[in-house]
DNA sequence: CAGCATGGTGTACGAACGTACACTTTGCAA
DNA sequence: TTGCAAAGTGTACGTTCGTACACCATGCTG
C-alpha cells in the first residue's frame, strides 16, 4: 500500500484552513478514519517531519512545513520541487510578502494607470510604510489628497511620478511630494 | 481605569505569533496576569467582539479580527477603513488566496504569454489542481510536457488554448489537452 | 443614593484530553 | 522464510481543560 500520510496530512490541512486549528487526537482520528492510537502514531510521524508541533499541554500546532506548499517550477513535467526553492526561507504567502508586519498595510487598486508593471484594476498591494522610498520603487503617493500608484522618478526639476501607462501624464509636483510608502508585493485573486 | 483588553490582546497575539496556537484559559491567565475566571471572562469578550472562535471541545482559535491587518482603501485619504471590507472573511494572504490548500500547488510563471491578464514572468500563481475547470478560467495545461498558462477555451473544433499576448498564437491541441489545474490567485513581490 | 453592568477572584466538578502499554497486521529485506 | 520495523487497534489512567456558581470591587447612570 502507498503511504497515506499524505492524504492524512491534506484532511488536516483542509480542517485547519477551516478552523485555524489543530484538532484533538480524537478528532484527527475521526477526521483521517483511523483510531485514536493510529492518530497518536500518524501525528507522530507528522511532529517528526516538522509539519507539527507541540505546545503546552501537548496540544498541536503547525510548524512551518505544514504551510509548505507543492510548488511546481516552470521545469517540464518536473512535479515533485518543495517550495523552498525558489521561495526561500518563506513558506506562508504572507510571510513572504510582509517582511515588516507592524509598518505595512494593504491598498486596493483603482485605475489601470500602472497597468504596463501589471498592477490592474482591484488588485491588491502591500504597502510598507516609509516617506522616503528610493527612487524607481512604485510607490504610493497622496496627490490633492487622493491616493496615486506610481513609479518614482527624479528628473532635473526634481522627485516626479510616473505611471505605467502611455495615456496617462507623468505628475510633477507643484510644492512638495507626499509619499505614503512603498509598494513590496502584490497580490490578486480571479 | 483604561480598557485593558487591547494590552490583553497584544500578548495573546504576540504569543500566536510564537506558537501558533491559543492558549488554554489557565495560560491566558498567567500571560495577561489575571486569574483563571478573568481569562475566562475576557475571552468571552473577545469572543463576542470576534477575535476569537471557539472549537470543538471549547478549544480556542483565532477569528477574523485577531489577523486584522490596517487596510488602505482607493478612497481619498480614508485610513481607517478594516479589511474584512473588501477582503471578506479572509483576513490573512495565506486564506484570501489558498482555499483548498490540500489540492492548492504554486507555479512560478516563465514568459509573458499572458501579459495581458497581469501576470508577468517570475510571477507566482495559485492553482487548484483540477482536471476540468471551467471554460473562460485561467488554467495551467501540460501540452509537450510542459507547463503553459492560457485561457480555457472552446471553440467549434473543441477545447483550445488563448494566450493573453497578440504576439503568441493561440494553441489547438492535436489529440487530446491535458490540464493540470486552475490559476485561482497571482502574487509577486516587487 | 440606589441600582446595575462590568471586570475580577476563588472554588469545585465532570468531561475530554494526551499518554502509556500490550497486541495485531502488513510489507519488505536478509 | 524468518525477522523486524512500520502502521494500526483496544483499553486504561491521571491530568488538565472548559464550565458553572457564588462572591467582591468599581464606576457610571437614573
Chains 1, 2 share one sequence.
Do not use: C, W
Not at 486549528?21 to 502514531?41: D, F, M, N
Not at 526561507?89 to 505595512?104: C, F, G, Q, W
Request: charged share 20%; net charge negative.
Amino acid at each position: 500500500m502507498v503511504n497515506k500520510d499524505p492524504f492524512y496530512l491534506g484532511r488536516l490541512q483542509d480542517y485547519y484552513a477551516l478552523h485555524r486549528l489543530i484538532p484533538s487526537y480524537a478528532e484527527i482520528a475521526s477526521l483521517v478514519g483511523v483510531s485514536k492510537q493510529g492518530a497518536v502514531k500518524f501525528i507522530d510521524r507528522m511532529i517528526f517531519a516538522g509539519y507539527i508541533r507541540k505546545g503546552a499541554g501537548g496540544r498541536l500546532s503547525p510548524a512551518n512545513m505544514f504551510f509548505a506548499r507543492p510548488h511546481v517550477g516552470g521545469a517540464p513535467a518536473g512535479f515533485a520541487s518543495p517550495a523552498t526553492e525558489v521561495l526561500g526561507d518563506a513558506i506562508t504567502i504572507d510571510e513572504y510578502l510582509v517582511e515588516r508586519p507592524s509598518s505595512t498595510v494593504l491598498v486596493s487598486v483603482r485605475g489601470d494607470s500602472m497597468i504596463d508593471a501589471g498592477i490592474h484594476d482591484g488588485d491588491f498591494l502591500i504597502v510598507e510604510r516609509n516617506t522616503n522610498p528610493n527612487i524607481g520603487k512604485i510607490v504610493v503617493a497622496i496627490v490633492d489628497g487622493d491616493f496615486t500608484i506610481k513609479y518614482l522618478r527624479s528628473g532635473s526639476d526634481g522627485l516626479f511620478l510616473e505611471p505605467a501607462n502611455e495615456d496617462y501624464p507623468n505628475i510633477y509636483p507643484e510644492t512638495s511630494l507626499d509619499i505614503y510608502g512603498e509598494v513590496v508585493g502584490q497580490f490578486r485573486k480571479f
